[in-house]
């Protein structure tokens, strides 16, 4: 096995690693929508329900719940950004750039030019797909701690509310 074989291995089995990371982050993401979703349906159940009619919320639970409600929002938000295309960036190759290996002296080369060519090809697109999955994986976060967030309120929320 020639180098530019192992290279080429290598190149190919990157991009495929960060592919699969970039789609695991994008599920992740899915995850954090449905799960804010539910939380805030669950808790404008609870508030609806199981807090007596003639309870009058005070300032500070008012201010709790609201927080909470942010804090799913911009979760929710975060989620769905993370699910965003990365626009120029993932259309990371212009195809136009492989036209001239399709002429005459490209096209009759020996094999380990068309293998470089084309792992030139995937290590920009390895390249440009890795900086989008670091960018979705930032948004994530930014989407858990929302969600964290908005939990954290929400419980201090409901305290208030059983201790009063």
């Known amino acids: 096995m020639a180098a530019g074989e192992v290279i080429s291995d290598f190149i190919e089995q990157e991009l495929k690693v960060t592919r699969e990371r970039r789609t695991s982050i994008e599920a992740r993401g899915v995850t954090v929508i449905?799960?804010?979703?539910?939380?805030?349906t669950l808790q404008m159940a609870f508030f609806s329900t199981m807090v007596?009619?003639?309870?009058?919320?005070?300032?500070?639970?008012?201010?709790f719940?609201?927080?909470?409600?942010?804090?799913?929002?911009a979760a929710a938000a975060?989620?769905?950004?993370v699910n965003l295309p990365g626009?120029?960036?993932?259309?990371?190759?212009?195809?136009?750039?492989?036209?001239?290996?399709?002429?005459?002296?490209?096209?009759?080369?020996?094999?380990?030019?068309?293998?470089r060519a084309v792992a030139a090809a995937q290590l920009q697109v390895g390249i440009k797909t890795f900086k989008v999955t670091n960018s979705k994986g930032k948004r994530l976060l930014v989407a858990f701690l929302a969600e964290l967030f908005g939990m954290a309120m929400l419980s201090v929320a409901v305290l208030l509310v059983i201790t009063t």
Do not use: Q
């Not at 719940?65 to 929002?73: N, Q």
């Open 65 to 73: 719940v609201a927080l909470s409600l942010v804090g799913f929002l």
């Open 87 to 115: 626009h120029k960036l993932e259309t990371a190759i212009d195809l136009n750039t492989l036209t001239p290996h399709l002429a005459d002296p490209h096209w009759s080369a020996d094999v380990d030019h068309a293998r």
């Open 52 to 63: 007596p009619k003639k309870y009058v919320a005070s300032t500070d639970v008012r201010t």
């Open 78 to 81: 975060m989620g769905i950004l």
């Open 34 to 40: 449905t799960t804010s979703g539910v939380i805030v």
